[in-house]
T-cell receptor
Framework: KQEVTQIPAALSVPEGENLVLNCSFTDSAIYNLQWFRQDPGKGLTSLLLIQSSQREQTSGRLNASLDKSSGRSTLYIAASQPGDSATYLC????????????FGPGTRLSVLP | NAGVTQTPKFRILKIGQSMTLQCTQDMNHNYMYWYRQDPGMGLKLIYYSVGAGITDKGEVPNGYNVSRSTTEDFPLRLELAAPSQTSVYFCASVGTGTYEQYFGPGTRLTVT
């Protein structure tokens, strides 16, 4: 059974810092990995999707990497801003038809002005 | 495209009442999902569907039922509501070929 963990559970940094969020999974037979952002009381917003054949994806100040063999993904946020404060979740996509999504518990990020 | 829409946004139920949470997507996605998210917790899969007429149980299906008569709609039915079903419910759909998941805004349900 696929299990997904995220470290750290919570992180507080001053504005302007670069930071890394970690996502680990136990079964490397995955289709894709997706990073989401969730603001308090809101739904999930997709940030980046990394297909299993890719090593990384970039969008603005965000860069996500994927190492299937070691069961790890990282989300790098450059020059953090208070508006980046949210919970960040990763989801691993597997199953026979890519129908299984297993979510990590999330990392709660606070960026202090 | 409206994406994934959910109704209602909020609902308060009394114990033993029933209700249906509506979910609609206009992206012609085959895969659709229902999750619940309890405070401070991760997402738990209730049911999912890989196409019209096909549904399957997730991790926490007890107390819920689903149907998928069309590609667009995937309603979630709560029978005999219990306080343990107090949660935020999210519907999602997945892009064909990309496997990218898109979420609705959620329904906040309280059972008292």
């Amino acid at each position: 059974k696929q299990e997904v963990t995220q470290i750290p559970a919570a992180l507080s940094v001053p504005e302007g810092e670069n930071l890394v969020l970690n996502c680990s999974f136990t079964d490397s037979a995955i289709y894709n990995l997706q990073w989401f952002r969730q603001d308090p009381g809101k739904g999930l917003t997709s940030l980046l999707l990394i297909q299993s054949s890719q090593r990384e994806q970039t969008s603005g100040r965000l860069n996500a990497s994927l190492d299937k063999s070691s069961g790890r993904s990282t989300l790098y946020i450059a020059a953090s801003q208070p508006g980046d404060s949210a919970t960040y979740l990763c989801a691993v996509i597997g199953g026979n038809y890519g129908q299984n999504f297993v979510f990590g518990p999330g990392t709660r990020l606070s960026v202090l002005p | 495209n409206a994406g994934v829409t959910q109704t209602p946004k909020f609902r308060i139920l009394k114990i033993g009442q029933s209700m249906t949470l509506q979910c609609t997507q206009d992206m012609n996605h085959n895969y659709m999902y229902w999750y619940r998210q309890d405070p401070g917790m991760g997402l738990k899969l209730i049911y999912y569907s890989v196409g019209a007429g096909i549904t399957d149980k997730g991790e926490v299906p007890n107390g819920y039922n689903v149907s998928r008569s069309t590609t667009e709609d995937f309603p979630l039915r709560l029978e005999l509501a219990a306080p343990s079903q107090t949660s935020v419910y999210f519907c999602a759909s997945v892009g064909t070929g990309t496997y990218e998941q898109y979420f609705g805004p959620g329904t906040r349900l309280t059972v008292t």
